[in-house]
């Protein structure tokens, strides 16, 4: 009977450490179901921070690029600037000696004027300022004879007189030949057009071969009957007509000329 209860005590004594036992390893499965959950949640925690900076990262570098993208612009647009302004000021100077050059021309013609004024008031020569220059017009009566393209003694002087006054600027000079509209009767010069470039150019044979001006200074035109001072319906008209011009330029000779 004795053995009997020290059997049951025993057995009670296993059932209890069996419950003990089952107790722990439920705690221990527990424990490691959620240390794995842990890990889980640890793991996907750990994946998002590291998406999370991986997108800080790339808007931090878009950010950069923008900022350099915005840099680059900004000190192109200030190049720009500095050319347009560097532009402008060399529009501004050149358009200062453009005038001044125009404002000293237009001083030396002045005086090239009155210097003409002086030279020929005792003489029938007119002369007055064009948009072109100072313009001389020399009748065909104190330069020529009817028909002809030799110069006689008073266009010699009206000459001379014009030319001591060029020899002290250094100005362009176009001379222009003109006629009236009669065809002309002298088998010399077939047409008017040949008669006015035969005048002009002996105007400046004399200028050149009398007075010493270079050659290069002058530009010579015949122009026939072509841009009439008067209508021909008269003889004294037509007289008006029958002229060379002289056209002073505010432009000067180059000095390799």
């Given amino acids: 009977m004795q053995d009997e209860r020290l059997y049951d005590e025993k057995e009670l004594e296993k059932s209890w450490l069996l419950s003990y036992s089952d107790l722990i390893s439920l705690l221990f499965v527990i424990i490691v179901i959620i240390a794995a959950t842990s890990a889980s949640q640890f793991e996907s925690k750990l994946r998002e921070v590291k998406q999370a900076e991986a997108e800080q990262q790339t808007a931090l570098q878009e950010t950069i690029k923008s900022k350099d993208i915005l840099e680059l ?44 004024a002086a030279a020929l008031h005792e003489m029938n020569v007119q002369f007055e300022q064009t948009p072109e220059g100072l313009m001389i017009r020399l009748p065909e009566n104190v330069l020529f004879t009817s028909g002809s393209a030799e110069l ?47 005048r002009a150019l002996s105007v400046m044979r004399e200028m050149v071969d009398q007075h010493q001006l270079p050659p290069s200074r002058f530009i010579v035109a015949g122009l026939g009957e072509r841009n009439p001072v008067a209508d021909n319906t008269t003889a004294a008209n037509r007289a008006r007509n029958r002229r060379v011009e002289l056209v002073i330029l505010p432009d000067l000779q180059q000095a390799d000329q």
Avoid at 78 to 107: F, N
Avoid at 183 to 193: D, F, K, L
């Fill in 152 to 198: 006689q003694e008073t266009g010699r002087q009206v000459i001379a007189s014009v030319a001591g006054v060029l020899q002290r600027f250094p100005h362009l000079v176009r001379i222009e030949g003109y006629t009236d509209n009669v065809p002309i009767a002298n088998s010399r010069y077939r047409t008017n057009w040949e008669l006015s470039a035969a």
């Fill in 73 to 116: 612009q900004k000190l192109e647009l200030q190049r720009e600037i500095a050319l347009l302004e560097q532009r402008q000021q060399q529009l501004v100077a050149d358009i200062e000696a453009v005038r001044t050059v125009e404002e000293d021309a237009s001083k030396r013609l002045d005086i090239v004027r009155s210097q003409l």
